[in-house]
């Protein structure tokens, strides 16, 4: 269901909103030089522990998204610790892309060794296993990233990884684990897709918010 752009011409939006709902998606992801640009353009000020805590998330962040997961988990125990004792699934996660770089750089023994010691213990929960088996199948190949697996080795899984680690920190601080930015696009994008299941069953086609956004 498409809505008339000028329904929404008389709607007011305050400036001091829109900065603020920028500002909290750039501490949200840690880009802290856009954010000091941003401030430093707007005028919207913003407190110095989020800067703190900024540095620290971003470095494990980055530490994740490179495939460093051991750095990542060194620096979790020091930020967040005990976080990965409760969360179980994002600390396997983790291992399993220290274990992904050992197979890709072909030091198959030592990943194997690694997988027996750190990854083994979690196929005592069956939830575990196909998981286990699909990355130790990597050994097999000489070119993992051409193997059925290969999703395992790509970038896209290591920020997947590093985004699901970033929810969880946030979480663990009691905030909220994603912005006012993304909380206003998920919610608008449930409403559209609503109102065209609604209303237009027969007539559009489902609501897109890739579509929308280059419309």
Same mark, same amino acid.
């Given at each position: $269901?498409?809505?008339? &752009? ?17 500002? *909290? %998606? ?8 856009? $954010? ?39 620096? $979790? #125990? ?46 005592? #929960? ?14 097999? %190949? ?6 059925? $697996? ?28 994603? *912005?006012?930015? #993304? ?22 086609? &489902? ?9």
């Amino acid at each position: $269901m498409d809505i008339d &752009p000028r329904i929404c011409e008389n709607v007011a939006v305050n400036d001091e909103d829109v900065h603020n709902i920028l500002l *909290s %998606y750039l501490v949200h992801n840690c880009f802290t030089g856009t $954010m000091e640009s941003f401030i430093a353009c707007t005028g919207v000020k913003q407190p110095a522990d989020h800067l703190v805590d900024m540095e620290k998330r971003k470095r494990i962040f980055h530490s994740a998204l490179e495939g460093n997961a051991l750095k990542a988990i060194e620096l $979790m #125990e020091e930020v967040t610790p005990g976080l990965l004792e409760k969360n179980k699934d994002l600390h396997f996660d983790l291992l399993s892309l220290h274990f992904v770089r050992l197979v890709c750089s072909r030091r198959c023994n030592e990943a194997l060794g690694f997988a027996r010691t750190k990854l083994t213990p979690f196929g005592k #929960e069956q939830r575990y296993v196909e998981k286990l088996e699909d990355f130790m199948a990597l050994l097999a %190949y000489e070119e993992p990233e051409k193997s059925p $697996m290969f999703h395992l080795v790509s970038l896209e899984y290591r920020q997947h990884v590093a985004d699901s680690l970033m929810r969880a920190i946030l979480e663990h601080a009691n905030l909220p684990s994603y *912005s006012v930015l #993304e909380r206003l696009i998920q919610q608008a994008t449930v409403v559209r897709q609503c109102l065209s299941q609604e209303f237009g069953k027969d007539v559009h086609q &489902p609501f897109s918010l890739k579509d929308f956004l280059k419309s």
